[in-house]
Each structure stands twice: as C-alpha cells, then as structure tokens.
C-alpha cells in the first residue's frame, strides 16, 4: 500500500541533511518499482492478446481422436506424419493461418498492392519520360550549336567574298557595288538614321546562305573569280575547266 504523506508518520520522518535524505530517496525508488510490479499484476489482458495466446496454444498442439475432421482422415487410411494423397506426396503440414487483424474489408491489401504498383510504375514512366526530354533536350542543343557553328563559318565566307568582290570591283573603276551588300559596310555606316537601317534591312532582307550563293555567283560570272580557290581564272572557259567544283563542299 502507498504511504499516506499526509499522515503524521510521514510528517515525523527524519528530514535532516546528510544520510537521511539518501535513505527517503531509495525508499522513493522502492516504493515505485512496488507500485508498478502491483500495476503490471493488476493491469487486464485484452480480449486480442487473449485471443492469441489460446490460438497459438492450439496450433501448437497436435489434433487428436476428438477431432472430427482427424477422425475422418484415420479411417480413409491417414496416419499422422504421412503427407496426404493416395500415395502420400501431399502436404505434411497444415496451411498456416493468415488472421486477418484490420478493420479494411476483403481485397483491401490486393487494393493497396496495386495501388503501390501503379505508383511505381508511374514513377518508372516520369523517369523514362524525364530521361527522353533530357536526351532530345542534348540532341537539339548539339544540332543548334553544329548549325551556329556552320552560320560562322558561312558569315565568314561572305565576308571575304564581300572583301574580294570590293577589290575585283575598284579595280574595274565600279565605284558603286551592284547590291549594297556586295560590299563590306564602312564601320560609319552602323551609325546611320533608324529610316536608312530599315531600307536596308528590306532591301538586303535575303540569308547568310542566299547571299554567299548570289555573291559567289556574281564573282565567277563578272570577275572569274573562285572565292574557295582564291584564284582569277583568264575567262569562263579557264574557269570551268581549272576550277575544282562550285560549291565549298566541292572544293573541300
């Protein structure tokens, strides 16, 4: 029984310092380990524990005579120990019990299974589609970086044709070119007014591409010039004839 700290005989109990106080804290200690050994000797099973403790002394328990289903295999030729069959190539043991313990109705663990599954696969399927963007996301980057590297090189083609087309042309006294863009721009001309950058624009508003081609074109036929040997050929026949190709990728 607990000690009444109310009562006089706790109240005249020693509470000096020193020992004293040493003894009432190990008699403390004492006291709750009494009163939680009472509370584990009191405290009620519930009705599940209960349940599983008189399952599993059963199952552990083997059937006997009193068992009707037992009998009824002993008179069919059973013996205990012997697999099941004619021949005896049955199972030996029992099926185990799957107690069911939840409050989720029948097909709830399926349920869930191929809720998890379907997630996975979900997953799997984002990953799949994460790691095809990130390789078309690659592909595109090397095609657009392979393409500004060949926009350069085609800029810097036209620039030498506008070069030698500037030369080939001053030394014919052309002093004006046949398109403005057949020349090279003076630095001073990116300073012009909005309204001559916007004639210009629409009047030049052809590729790098088209422009190498017409430029080239005009080179060969006015000058015979091949801007990709770098040579003046005597006339169009001794153009034809000596020059490799018309294309830089004849040439290359």
């Known amino acids: 029984e607990e000690e009444d700290y109310m009562s006089d005989l706790f109240i005249k109990q020693d509470v000096r310092p020193g020992v004293p ?12 380990e009494r009163q ?67 409050r989720s109705g029948l097909g709830h663990e399926e349920f869930k299974k191929r809720k998890a599954e379907e997630k996975l696969e979900n997953y799997r399927q984002k990953l799949h589609m994460k ?13 657009r970086f392979k393409n500004k590297q060949e926009e350069r090189k085609m800029e810097g083609d036209l620039r030498k044709s506008q070069r030698a087309c500037q030369q080939l042309d001053m030394q014919k006294d052309i002093q004006v070119p046949k398109e403005i863009w057949y020349w090279l ?35 060969r036929e006015e000058h015979f010039y091949c801007i990709w040997c770098g040579t003046t050929y005597e006339d169009s026949e001794d153009l034809s004839s000596n020059c490799p190709g018309d294309s830089a990728a004849d040439h290359d």
């Open 131 to 143: 790691k095809q963007a990130n390789e078309q996301a690659a592909d595109q980057f090397r095609i």
């Open 21 to 32: 106080m040493a003894r009432r804290a190990r008699e403390a200690v004492r006291r709750e």
């Open 36 to 102: 939680k050994a009472a509370n584990e000797r009191n405290r009620q099973r519930s009705v599940k524990e209960e349940e599983k403790e008189r399952r599993e002394a059963v199952l552990k328990s083997a059937l006997g005579d009193e068992n009707k289903g037992f009998a009824l295999l002993q008179k069919m030729g059973y013996r205990s120990g012997q697999g099941l069959g004619r021949s005896g190539e049955g199972i030996v043991e029992p099926i185990p019990l799957n107690i069911k313990t939840g």
């Open 185 to 219: 721009q003076p630095e001073e001309e990116d300073q012009k007014d909005e309204e001559d950058k916007d004639d210009e624009c629409t009047s030049s508003d052809l590729s790098v591409s088209a422009k190498l081609q017409i430029l080239t074109a005009y080179l």
